[in-house]
T-cell receptor
Framework: DGGITQSPKYLFRKEGQNVTLSCEQNLNHDAMYWYRQDPGQGLRLIYYSQIVNDFQKGDIAEGYSVSREKKESFPLTVTSAQKNPTAFYLC????????????FGEGSWLTVV | QQQVKQSPQSLIVQKGGISIINCAYENTAFDYFPWYQQFPGKGPALLIAIRPDVSEKKEGRFTISFNKSAKQFSLHIMDSQPGDSATYFCAARGASSGSARQLTFGSGTQLTVLP
């Protein structure tokens, strides 16, 4: 089945550690995105990529890094520089030709302990 | 920063009633307005969307009403069902290029439909 796969679903991190969230899509979409979701704040854009080997900062990129070496993969690293990393992280993708409909993965819960 | 304000934060409706969620945007040219539905522990899924050249769009029990002059748009769920209980997000896409072209989301409305 086509879709977006995020892993792991749940992740615990100790303060000071970096952690990488995986996102893979088999929809053949050009664009991929990472959003952060906090209660009562909606979805905020962290990074997005319109094409392989290129990505742009979103509204809250500080403390995060990404790479886009393959069309189907867009991993997100939450670094120790991110002061409040506990959140629900959503990966998404869209077709470059329409760019309208964004499809989301099922998310990854990150908790700092 | 572009903003989309959504209300109410939570909404409780009886089965068969009408659920209404409102969104407003400020001082920015947006050209696409989707609504997303999210169930607990899942990613949001596109529910319905509208462009500003249309004042209303209906898909089944879901209707978007759009008021361009007031910079407001709303989601109406007719004959609300317990299965509609979810969090709903409005969003707007900027007409400019670059980061402004990306979707800006409202803060979400948690809808509960009582049986």
């Amino acid at each position: 089945d086509g879709g977006i796969t995020q892993s792991p679903k749940y992740l615990f991190r100790k303060e000071g550690q970096n952690v990488t969230l995986s996102c893979e899509q088999n929809l053949n979409h050009d664009a991929m995105y990472w959003y952060r979701q906090d209660p009562g704040q909606g979805l905020r854009l962290i990074y997005y990529s319109q094409i392989v080997n290129d990505f742009q900062k979103g509204d809250i990129a500080e403390g995060y890094s990404v790479s886009r070496e393959k069309k189907e993969s867009f991993p997100l690293t939450v670094t120790s520089a991110q002061k409040n990393p506990t959140a629900f992280y959503l990966c998404a993708s869209s077709s470059g030709s329409s760019g309208n409909t964004i499809y989301f993965g099922e998310g990854s819960w990150l908790t700092v302990v | 920063q572009q903003q989309v304000k959504q209300s109410p934060q939570s909404l409780i409706v009886q089965k068969g009633g009408i659920s209404i969620i409102n969104c407003a945007y400020e001082n920015t040219a947006f050209d696409y307005f989707p609504w997303y539905q999210q169930f607990p522990g899942k990613g949001p899924a596109l529910l319905i969307a509208i462009r500003p050249d249309v004042s209303e769009k209906k898909e089944g029990r879901f209707t978007i009403s759009f008021n361009k002059s007031a910079k407001q748009f709303s989601l109406h769920i007719m004959d609300s069902q317990p299965g509609d209980s979810a969090t709903y997000f409005c969003a707007a896409r900027g007409a400019s290029s670059g980061s402004a072209r990306q979707l800006t989301f409202g803060s979400g409305t948690q809808l509960t439909v009582l049986p």
